[in-house]
């Protein structure tokens, strides 16, 4: 009843308080309708929009830095070579994570500095419309990921998805024109791209590692020590082959090189 009644008194304040006159608020929550701009303030409107698309892109930044740049490969890369070691959560994945991101930050710095010059400058300074802007800012970064698909020959993937998005009818026996392939199209077909790289990668860093504990195995099986977990055994042997032959130096070079770094 107290809560009923309480309720029934703040409302019939709120509906007697003037419409320009501000509701006594003894709790001090602020009034969120004073930060917003009026629906005539075309100013305003026009902030609250250019707002509203930064925090889209903020949002939307993770995704792009997973799909459109070289950080899959990277990550996939390292996180087999954590595998192939069996160190279980050494390095930790935090440390995968952020040294991902720095190889990303080196990989795509020349497409990064193209898209500076040819799209942001030119748009800051009042040369170029937003949509001129945005296909400018685009085209290096559409360039880099059709170079890495042509470098991994995996152009049957931009094929696969053409075919899923037009029919196939649309794609059969023509030859592959990068300008007639839309974003839709380019960037899950790099993705799948990386993926494979990826993976073709950690197996050339697997089969060192798998030769050890084939070994650690065999001997143990022959020694009769079938109880001994093998892995106990060949993990020290493998962060031995490791360190001696700078590892991290070589996994590192060749994922750098991969992107023709």
């Known amino acids: 009843m107290r809560c009923a009644a309480l309720l029934a008194l703040l409302s019939a304040a709120t509906a007697h308080a003037a419409p320009g006159q501000a509701v006594d608020n003894p709790i001090g929550v602020p009034d969120l309708g004073r930060?917003?701009?009026?629906?005539?303030?075309r100013g305003g409107m026009t902030t609250t929009m250019t707002i509203f698309v930064v925090m889209t892109l903020l949002s939307l930044a993770p995704s792009i830095l997973v799909l459109g740049t070289s950080f899959t490969?990277?990550?996939?890369?390292?996180?087999?070579?954590?595998q192939a070691l069996g160190t279980q959560q050494l390095p930790?994945?935090?440390?995968?994570?952020g040294l991902s991101v720095v190889l990303t930050l080196i990989t795509m710095a020349p497409t990064w500095r193209s898209m500076q010059s040819q799209a942001i400058e030119p748009y800051l300074a009042g040369q170029?419309?937003?949509?001129?802007?945005?296909?400018?800012?685009?085209?290096?970064?559409?360039d880099f990921m059709i170079r890495q698909i042509e470098q991994s020959?995996?152009?049957?993937?931009?094929?696969?998805?053409?075919?899923?998005?037009?029919?196939?009818?649309?794609v059969a026996g023509s030859a592959l024109r990068w300008s007639d392939v839309s974003?839709?199209?380019?960037i899950p077909s790099f993705v799948l791209s990386e993926l494979k790289t990826a993976f073709l990668m950690g197996?050339?860093?697997?089969?060192?590692?798998?030769?050890?504990?084939?070994?650690?195995?065999?001997?143990?099986?022959?020694?009769?020590?079938?109880m001994l977990p093998p892995v106990l055994i060949s993990l020290p042997f493998k962060l031995l082959l490791f360190v001696m032959a700078d590892g991290w130096k070589l996994v590192v070079g060749s994922i750098l090189s991969s992107f023709g770094g």
Not at 35 to 41: E, G, I, R, V
Not at 153 to 159: A, P
Not at 183 to 186: F, G, N, Q
Request: no cysteine; charged share 20%.
């Open 35 to 41: 930060l917003l701009p009026a629906a005539s303030d």
């Open 73 to 82: 490969r990277t990550v996939v890369v390292l996180s087999l070579l954590r």
């Open 92 to 97: 930790p994945g935090q440390v995968i994570i």
């Open 128 to 142: 170029l419309g937003q949509r001129e802007a945005f296909d400018r800012g685009l085209a290096p970064l559409r």
């Open 153 to 170: 020959r995996n152009e049957e993937h931009v094929h696969m998805f053409m075919a899923y998005t037009r029919g196939p009818s649309a």
């Open 183 to 186: 974003m839709i199209e380019l």
């Open 203 to 226: 197996i050339r860093i697997y089969l060192p590692f798998l030769v050890i504990d084939m070994v650690i195995s065999a001997i143990l099986v022959s020694m009769g020590m079938m």
